[in-house]
């Protein structure tokens, strides 16, 4: 499984992996916000917290459908069922190699992008921590949606449909932890129901996201 | 260590394609699947290696002792010929692919990005895995596609090595491997349409 885990970040870092598009996409959306929204500190400050969020969950969304289709496309899929390791384990691994590669580089990120729209010094901390926090429930949803979608044929769209209605409680708990965390509220409420959120996910999914190969691959 | 498919019924896409396959593969034994296009031989072959449930009958082997290749070879086009053997030994749990590129006259390739490779090399390296897999039954889908005389006889080759040390092969293809082998001919297997009634809702069952 760590040879799997390793081979998708090798894959994900050479030419045409996709690494840094995430990122690239998440840096264009904050660059642009404000020439959109206008240079006004004030109301640059009071929506960074969605802002932020929100770029990191499409930037997520943008490389999703790299998680299982290429390996469908190349047969590697149909030869990983057939090898020694679970599925559950295959779709977990390869869950945790995509927010290897687009999560954990958005959360790092995130704080030097945090300045472009102007956030409230006190929230930075929180931003990271919430990322952090957040962002692999979003691999492992994405992963699941992945697998749903596995056998079609520019099934992007579908993907993108089935999975942001389950995105939108993470999104909801995450914006709302660095807004607290701007204003100098308390964040626990929300940033433990992230949690327990991502937990959930993380526990559960990898399960659901091996049944649905399984279903794919007849 | 033998291979025991008995009235097995398979299907693709929800429609049965073949019915009441009974057959045995015993060590060191090759059995051909012969058939015209459509027959269901992958089918049959993506069932045997527990791809897909069969709609009915019994696939008795080994757990994990099927090793399947397809059309398809599982290459990584931006890792080169060495990683990508040594992903798939690492995976199987076995060591050293040294065997398996000499096996395939792939010595002088290792450090050459799949993607450079042409299609026959491509064909001997998604072979060359299957000595790395360590897994005593082939399960093979037209093994020898793009590949030229002097690679089928490479291929014919390890074929032997692995009958020699126990292994078995079921292998669809059309041409002559270099080995003895019984023929097995799906078409007597085909499935009548009338048995599929209610097929549909099994495959989603």
Not at chain 2, 103 to 110: G, I, M, Q, S
Request: aromatic share 6%; net charge negative; glycine share 12%.
């Amino acid at each position: 499984m760590i040879r799997l885990f390793l081979r998708d970040l090798k894959l994900a870092i050479r030419s045409g992996g996709g690494f840094g598009l995430g990122l690239a996409f998440f840096l264009i959306v904050t660059v642009l916000v404000p020439f959109g929204v206008g240079p006004e500190s004030g109301r640059l400050a009071a929506i960074a917290p969605g802002i932020l969020w929100l770029g990191a969950l499409l930037a997520c969304l943008l490389s999703l459908d790299r998680i299982f289709a290429l390996d469908y496309e190349d047969g590697s899929l149909d030869l990983l069922a057939t090898a020694p390791i679970p599925l559950e384990g295959v779709a977990a691994v390869k869950a945790a190699a995509h927010w290897v590669t687009t999560g954990l580089p958005l959360t790092l990120a995130a704080p030097a992008l945090g300045v472009l729209l102007n956030l409230p010094g006190p929230a930075y901390g929180w931003l990271v921590v919430s990322l952090a926090v957040g962002t692999p429930a979003l691999s492992v949803i994405g992963a699941f949606g992945a697998a749903l979608t596995v056998g079609l044929k520019r099934g992007g769209l579908l993907l993108s449909l089935l999975v942001l209605p389950l995105y939108v409680p993470t999104l909801i708990f995450g914006a709302e932890t660095v807004r607290r965390g701007a204003e100098g509220l308390d964040v626990t409420t929300p940033l433990l129901l992230m949690a327990g959120i991502t937990l959930g996910a993380v526990a559960l999914l990898p399960f659901a996201a091996a049944q649905a190969l399984r279903i794919n691959l007849r | 260590m033998s291979l025991v498919v008995e009235n097995l019924s398979c299907a693709r896409g929800g429609i049965p394609v073949l019915e009441r396959v009974c057959f045995a593969l015993n060590p060191g034994e090759v059995l051909v699947l012969r058939g015209p296009n459509g027959a269901g031989k992958t089918t049959l072959l993506r069932t045997v290696a527990g791809l897909q449930p069969p709609l009915a009958g019994t696939v008795e082997a080994e757990p994990e002792s099927v090793a399947y290749a397809a059309h398809a070879d599982g290459l990584k086009a931006t890792l080169t010929v060495a990683e990508n053997l040594e992903f798939w030994a690492g995976i199987f749990g076995t060591s050293g692919i040294d065997a398996a590129l000499t096996a395939f006259d792939l010595e002088a390739l290792v450090d050459r990005h799949a993607q450079n490779l042409s299609a026959g090399q491509k064909r001997r390296l998604g072979l060359a895995r299957l000595l790395v897999t360590g897994r005593p039954v082939w399960a093979l889908d037209e093994p020898t596609v793009s590949l030229d005389v002097a690679s089928v006889g490479l291929f014919g080759a390890a074929l032997k090595g692995h009958l020699a040390q126990g292994g078995s092969a079921l292998i669809a293809t059309h041409i002559d491997l270099g080995v003895e082998a019984r023929v097995l001919d799906v078409t007597e297997f085909r499935a009548t349409p009338e048995a599929g009634g209610g097929a549909f809702d099994e495959a989603f069952a």
